[in-house]
C-alpha cells in the first residue's frame, strides 16, 4: 500500500514553516564563529567566542546550577507525579476533586505568574531564596505535567495485567 501525499500547497507551508523556525538559529549558530564582534557582517571564523565563554566562571556555575535543577526536578516530579496519578486513577479519596482541580493551575495560568506566586510564597514564610527554592519551584510546576501525562497512559489500563502480576508473586 501507498500512502496517500500531502497537497503540495501544505508541504510548501510547511517548509516555508520550519525554514522560518530553523533559520534563525542556523545563522545564530554561524555567526557564533565569526571574528566580527558585533555581528554584522562576517569576517572570519574563529573558535575564540566559546573559549572565553568556557572560561567564565558565572556561566560554568549557571550550567552546573542549570543541571542539578533539572535532574533533581525531573527525577523528583516524575517519582511524585508518576504516583499521584496512579492513587488518582485508582482510588476516591476525600480532597480527590479538589485535587484534580488543582492539577491544572500549573498549566492554565502563566508561568510568569506561578514564578512570582512561588517567590512571595518563599519570602512570606521567610525560606532562603537560592537553589533549593528555586528546585522546589520546578518541582511544583512539572509534577502536574508528569501526572495528567501518567493518568491519560493509565486510562485504559488493563487492571488483568496487575492481577497477572500479583499471581506471579508481584505485591
Excluded: C
Excluded at 566559546?50 to 516524575?78: H, K, M, P, W
Excluded at 537553589?131 to 493509565?154: D, E, S, Y
Aim: hydrophobic content about 55%; cysteine-free; charged content about 15%.
Amino acid at each position: 500500500m501507498s500512502e496517500k501525499q500531502p497537497p503540495i500547497w501544505l508541504r510548501i507551508y510547511t517548509f516555508i514553516a520550519y525554514l522560518y523556525i530553523y533559520v534563525p538559529i542556523i545563522i545564530l549558530i554561524v555567526f557564533s564563529f565569526n571574528t566580527m564582534k558585533l555581528n554584522i557582517r562576517w569576517e572570519g571564523f574563529t573558535l575564540s567566542w566559546y573559549g572565553i565563554l568556557f572560561r567564565d566562571q558565572d556561566i560554568i556555575e549557571a550550567t552546573r546550577n542549570t543541571l542539578i535543577i533539572a535532574a533533581i526536578s525531573t527525577l523528583v516530579a516524575t517519582l511524585v507525579g508518576t504516583l499521584a496519578a496512579l492513587a488518582m486513577q485508582r482510588y476516591r479519596f476525600p480532597g480527590y476533586a479538589a485535587s484534580e482541580t488543582l492539577m491544572y493551575i500549573p498549566i492554565v495560568i502563566p508561568e510568569v505568574v506561578m514564578g512570582i506566586a512561588l517567590l512571595v510564597f518563599f519570602v512570606m514564610i521567610h525560606f532562603t531564596l537560592g537553589l533549593v527554592t528555586i528546585t522546589l519551584a520546578h518541582i511544583a510546576f512539572n509534577i502536574p505535567f508528569v501526572t495528567l501525562v501518567v493518568r491519560a497512559r493509565l486510562h485504559g489500563y488493563d487492571n488483568a495485567i496487575d492481577e497477572a502480576a500479583m499471581d506471579l508473586g508481584a505485591k
